[in-house]
């Protein structure tokens, strides 16, 4: 079995992970990177291997960064499975939609912005701007998502099998175990931490002799998940005392259900004043629908706050935006409010309108509540600065900044530790992707010390036979 680390390799985002073995190739994850726009336009249009020649996609989780490029995959020529769950099945359908529309309605905009320079530079090949992916393309992608469940093998081609395992993560998210003769590899996708909202907790590992981990926070440890609600009643409470809004970019799956499920519990608590909360993405919208059809994943105490007959994911002062004119009147609201919108690293979306409308006014608070890539709008602002390009145009940050860190879906260095524990007497060989170069480090070190493994850190296009 030979492995090509694709994407993902030192770095957070565009997971996808090529495997070679026996004449047949698969790819775990087919993600798209996110960053620059103009290195995420070349990473993602373009791949390092014929789509035609894939034989299978195992896909891990419905996130963007594992998930959105499969539509350019299929546009290119690739017509296998894809293998995943049936949660993340039905969250892609929304969510590669909702990305082929936006790259759709991007470049529209943007190439509205350069008319007068394509007027004046008619063989500008640089003024005319493509989506990556249309959404024709998302809708040729769908007939090929084969749902499985969890814990259930299958089998992929030749003597290559799939099994799915709760990642706990987010709704649907697993890891995978892929069998190859007598080849084990387990691929932890992201690995979730205990006692996450509304999802259940990662399950240990079974035997295989490697591994491919996350590394999203290999360097460092989270505070205690219990505190993020005190944190977000804080915010909510100090920036309604001063008549601001509340401006969250938030991943459309998993993180917004979690806010809004957190919001619903501090009001009926009585540690906030009610006000009004608008969750801004169609995105978000479909997604929660898909939370409420996939009970299956629910942990104990989501199932009883269900069974006590309220519903998690709406309350009195909660508004779900599907309508863009609907969104367009958020910026005529002037009482405080809480804006959650779409995307998390405020790369796209609706939540870059909100932000250069708001993020000028000192009164108001952007509210991180998940990772920022490196490059990415939600990590400069994380990273203090004064003035940020949003549509190509600087705008002035007064806005406060905070973040959220207790939610963050991805384990940290001792919950990896301790989720990888059952593999440490059999797994061979370790490789860290997902993670900033210094983050794997640090975790490498950690690993070697606490189980004597070899650990490789692969730069992007590196292979290794197994």
């Known amino acids: 079995m030979q492995i090509t680390f694709r994407g993902a390799a030192r770095t957070v985002t565009g997971s996808l992970h090529e495997i070679q073995t026996g004449g047949r190739r698969l790819i775990l994850d087919c993600g798209m990177y996110q960053g620059r726009r103009s290195e995420a336009a070349d990473r993602n249009k373009h791949f390092a291997f014929p789509p035609s020649e894939v034989d299978a996609v195992l896909l891990s989780h419905a996130h963007i960064d594992h998930s959105g490029n499969l ?3 299929t546009s290119k020529g690739y017509h296998g499975p894809i293998f995943t769950t049936s949660a993340t099945r039905d969250l892609c359908n929304s969510m590669l939609l909702d ?6 309605k991007d470049a529209e905009f943007l190439n509205r912005r350069t008319s007068r320079k394509r007027r004046l530079q008619p063989d500008c090949p640089d003024c005319e701007v493509e989506p990556i992916y249309t959404v024709a393309d998302a809708n040729a992608t769908f007939p090929l998502f084969r749902a499985m469940p969890m814990h259930e093998s299958a089998n992929v081609v030749g003597d290559i099998s799939y099994t799915a395992y709760e990642a706990g993560h987010m709704l649907g998210s697993s890891f995978v175990k892929v069998e190859a003769g007598a080849t084990r590899l387990l691929f932890s996708g992201d690995v979730g931490r205990k006692n996450l909202p509304i999802i259940r907790d990662p399950e240990p590992p079974p035997a295989a002799d490697y591994l491919i981990m996350e590394s999203t926070y290999g360097d460092r440890l989270h505070q205690p998940i219990e505190h993020a609600k005190a ?3 804080e915010v909510i409470n100090r920036t309604a005392s001063r008549g601001g809004k509340i401006i969250a970019p938030a991943f459309a799956v ?3 259900q979690q806010i809004v499920l957190m919001i619903h519990e501090l009001i009926k608590e009585g540690k906030i004043n009610e006000i009004p909360v608008f969750v801004d993405s169609p995105l978000a919208v479909n997604v929660t629908e898909a939370f409420r059809a996939h009970t299956e994943c629910y ?7 269900l069974d006590s007959g309220d519903d998690p994911f709406g309350f009195r002062r909660l508004r779900y935006i599907r309508d863009v004119e609907e969104s367009k009147a ?3 609201v002037r009482v405080p409010c809480f804006i959650i919108s779409a995307s998390g690293m405020a ?3 609706r939540v870059l309108h909100h932000l250069r409308n708001n993020v000028g006014d000192p009164r108001n608070t952007v509210l991180i509540t998940g990772f920022q890539a490196e490059n990415t709008l939600g990590r400069k602002l994380l990273d203090g600065q004064k003035e940020v390009n949003i549509f190509g145009e600087p705008v002035r940050v007064r806005a406060e900044v905070q973040k959220i860190n207790e939610l963050s879906g991805h384990a940290d260095q001792q919950e990896l530790l301790a989720w990888m524990e059952p593999l440490a007497r059999s797994v061979k060989h370790v490789f860290l992707v997902h993670g900033e170069y210094l983050q794997q480090q640090a975790l490498a070190l950690a690993i070697n010390e606490r189980y004597n493994l070899e650990v490789t850190i692969p730069d992007r296009g590196e292979s290794f036979t197994l």
């Open 99 to 104: 990305s082929a529309f936006i790259q759709e």
């Open 330 to 332: 958020l910026n005529d």
């Open 231 to 233: 944190k977000l009643a």
């Open 71 to 73: 539509p350019n995959l």
């Open 299 to 305: 942990d104990i105490e989501t199932n009883a706050f």
């Open 254 to 256: 998993g993180r917004t």
């Open 347 to 349: 790369e796209a979306g």
